[in-house]
């Protein structure tokens, strides 16, 4: 079992930054991938970025790419998204995810635990 807890959301000006932070509690925390998700009111929710249980590999979506870089801390047992150059298009709520058994590492259903969510608000 994981639990997973977001933090560091808030309201930014465009262009500005914020990082996101998720603690997780449970055993095997570096056997699992990790993900942040977000979604935005009326629409899906959507793949930002994921690293697989060694850290070695990321990925992350087209919208954020060279904005956004996800990295974890094992020992830390927490896993951070930093959001660069923010616009007002990446204003959601945030989630974080863990799981086992991931392929792409891109697809919601991939994933077994959710945190909470954390709010990012991007004023123009």
């Known amino acids: 079992q994981v639990q997973l807890v977001e933090s560091g959301g808030g309201l930014v000006q465009a262009g500005g930054s914020l990082r996101l932070s998720c603690a997780a509690s449970?055993?095997?925390?570096?056997?699992?991938?990790l993900g942040w998700f977000r979604q935005a009111p009326g629409k899906e929710r959507e793949f930002v970025a994921a690293i697989d249980w060694s850290g070695r590999n990321t990925y992350y979506a087209d919208s954020v790419k060279g904005r956004f870089t996800i990295s974890r801390d094992n020992a830390k047992n927490t896993v951070y998204l930093q959001m660069n150059s923010l616009k007002p298009e990446d204003a959601a709520v945030y989630y974080c995810?863990?799981?086992?058994?991931?392929?792409?590492?891109?697809?919601?259903?991939?994933?077994?635990?959710w945190g909470q969510g954390t709010q990012v608000t991007v004023s123009s």
């Open positions: 995810a863990a799981g086992r058994g991931v392929a792409s590492g891109t697809v919601s259903n991939e994933y077994n635990y």
């Open positions: 449970g055993r095997a925390f570096s056997s699992y991938a």
